[in-house]
T-cell receptor
């Protein structure tokens, strides 16, 4: 049962353009969402997060959008840079109730390649 | 500030053997979580330790066990290894158990032959 899905295994973008990575979830109890970036031979690195009480969160070139009714979130990277080439994972958690802390449910990942 | 470190980086075992993986949490962090990442998949939650006690477990059999020590470092033990246990094992630490922002180590790549 894949509760968090990233349906695009890969995405190729030209430097300077926008990268949009998508993620869908099925569990309506999830109330906190995160994006992680992973380079080869390194562990995932936290990028940005969003609580379900918001529909948008920005941090520099990175913006995460959350559509609760559609159970969909997306990560926008503008402008994309070659150094952004990595695997991107979305992850979800249920904070309310305090029993699921630290238990992140990850998607399968999307490989982003930004061409110079 | 020291990040999350894991050892060993690579390990080869045969089916039926036992393995212990080690993790040192980031300075100031008292919570450690372990994840298994199979090839082409996202990380899957194994369990979390908070102040030396298990604080949540994913859908893994009892042959996956763990420990957390007073200095908040941690071990993952897997008994009776199976071929499907071949994966990247990631350790992550956080400031406390109520914090979702995890800091991951580089992982231990386990191959079971």
């Amino acid at each position: 049962d894949q509760q968090v899905k990233q349906n695009s295994p890969s995405l190729s973008v030209q430097e300077g353009r926008i990268s949009i990575l998508n993620c869908d979830y099925t569990n309506s109890m999830f109330d906190y969402f995160l994006w992680y970036k992973k380079y080869p031979a390194e562990g995932p690195t936290f990028l940005i997060s969003i609580s379900s009480i918001k529909d948008k969160n920005e941090d520099g070139r990175f913006t995460v959008f959350l559509n609760k009714s559609a159970k969909h979130l997306s990560l926008h990277i503008v402008p994309s840079q070659p150094g952004d080439s990595a695997v991107y994972f979305c992850a979800a958690s249920r904070i309310a109730g305090g029993t699921s802390y630290g238990k992140l449910t990850f998607g399968q990942g999307t490989i982003l390649t930004v061409h110079p | 500030e020291t990040g999350v470190t894991q050892s060993p980086t690579h390990l080869i075992k045969t089916r039926g053997q036992q393995v212990t993986l080690r993790c040192s949490s980031q300075s100031g962090h008292n919570t450690v979580s372990w994840y298994q990442q199979a090839l082409g998949q996202g990380p899957q939650f194994i369990f979390q330790y908070y102040r030396e006690e298990e604080n949540g477990r994913g859908n893994f059999p009892p042959r996956f066990s763990g420990l957390q020590f007073p200095n908040y470092s941690s071990e993952l033990n897997v008994n009776a290894l199976e071929l499907d246990d071949s994966a990247l094992y990631l350790c992550a630490s956080s400031l406390d158990r109520s914090n979702e922002k995890l800091f991951f180590g580089s992982g231990t790549q386990l191959s079971v032959l």
